[in-house]
């Protein structure tokens, strides 16, 4: 009997949710557990049982046959977990899904959390990128932010990992925080740089409702840097990580040549992958699910059966989700592949909705991929996106 095809494709990258930290951020929305200053896995009972619920999850999920060539560790705070405890998922992974040899296997991790055995530990398990979030380099701006590390703690960390020689390091930095001068983001930006990393992420301060600083600030006001300001800070950005050779190759994403995120890469264009553990998200046979975000409503789920209860995307939206992940991408997306999925009226439709942002200079067509200018595409993409989903 013929083997039945997967029309949606079949998943081969895996994101899996560790939602612990010493402290909740000021800025943080996402869904995490605050366990305390310096606990770790090994002394925690509520991560250990975390990781049993999130493993018997990934014993229960539907597997497609092909093994996994990603997996990304987010969070929250992984490196909270011991060396055992990411071993155990691990194993879980590799018994139902497979890893591929060579895998990507990244993993986000904070300044203070972790010291040479645990990070050597991660290193021996396969670990070969790590997402090493510093956000700041000043002491002001890191306590501003609630975040629970010093900036002696970042240097620690740093030399640390050097040290394991893990081959893939991204660093991350947040501007337009409370405070920030374009002095201190130029500051940041050159240390970055100094401390060569072979990949560093920018990301623009949301301020989200439910926050700390959702109930301190207002969008546009004091003492956030003006939307004048934050521009400049991404100009900056742009300047200094390219001219210092990194390839812009995402809105929020710089690389040096050959060191792309393979895994965002999935989320960018589109592609399915699974998502495990509280409040994760997924993308299978053309259902998008998030898990319940809440510790607790998670595990029932799971004792449930893990059920997915959503209906297939529907063509329309898979056509915005295609537009909206895909224009993040500074290749941007191949229009004879948009014509073979979507037809050819509908990218005529698409024209169409972006007449004014190719007289603007923001949306441009280069060697058949449609595709946002660099800078200045990239800092209206949410105008054209705007635009994108009223007009289709």
């Known amino acids: 009997m013929a083997q039945k095809v997967n029309v949606f494709g079949i998943p081969s990258s895996a994101y899996v949710h560790i939602p612990f930290c010493r402290r909740r951020c000021f800025y943080c929305d996402f869904p995490v557990s605050v366990v305390g200053d310096r606990l770790r896995g090994e002394t925690s009972g509520t991560i250990s049982q975390y990781v049993e619920v999130l493993c018997h999850e990934i014993a229960n999920s539907p597997a497609f046959g092909q093994p996994l060539k990603t997996v990304f560790f987010g969070g929250g705070t992984p490196s909270l977990l011991s060396t055992a405890q990411l071993e155990q998922i691990l194993a879980a992974l590799a018994e139902r899904f497979g890893i ?61 990992i050097r040290q394991v020689e893990i081959p893939e390091f991204s660093l991350d930095l947040i501007s337009g925080l409370p405070h920030q001068s374009l ?105 998008r699910f ?58 005529a439709d698409i024209h169409q909705c972006l007449r004014s942002h190719f007289a603007q200079g923001w949306v441009e067509v280069v060697e058949g991929r449609l595709r946002l200018s660099d800078p200045q595409g990239f800092l209206f993409s949410n105008v054209v996106l705007a635009d994108l989903f009223a007009k289709l």
């Open 290 to 347: 998030t898990r319940p975000r809440k510790t607790q409503e998670y595990y029932q789920w799971v004792k449930a059966g893990c059920a997915i209860n959503c209906e297939v995307t529907p063509p329309d939206e898979v056509l915005l989700d295609t537009l909206m992940l895909g224009l993040r991408l500074a290749e941007g997306l191949s229009l004879s592949s948009l014509v073979a999925e979507f037809g050819e009226e509908k990218v």
């Open 100 to 160: 591929l040899a060579g895998a990507e296997i990244s993993m986000e991790i904070d300044p203070g959390t972790f010291d040479l055995a645990h990070i050597a530990g991660y290193r021996s398990l396969g670990v070969n990128r790590v997402s090493f979030g510093v956000q700041a380099f000043q002491e002001e701006l890191l306590k501003i932010a609630g975040r629970s590390h010093s900036l002696a703690d970042i240097f620690t960390a740093l030399d640390l």
């Open 183 to 287: 002095d201190q983001w130029q500051d940041s930006l050159e240390k970055a740089v100094a401390t060569a990393p072979t990949h560093i992420s920018i990301y623009d301060l949301t301020i989200e409702p439910g926050t700390a600083f959702g109930r301190y600030y207002q969008p546009g006001s004091n003492p956030l840097p003006t939307d004048e300001t934050t521009v400049k800070m991404y100009q900056m950005a742009q300047q200094i990580l390219t001219t210092a050779g990194y390839q812009h190759y995402e809105i929020s994403n710089y690389a040096q040549s050959g060191h792309q995120c393979q895994h965002n890469r999935v989320y960018w264009e589109n592609r399915p992958y699974y998502g495990f553990g509280m409040g994760a998200a997924s993308y299978v046979e053309g259902k």
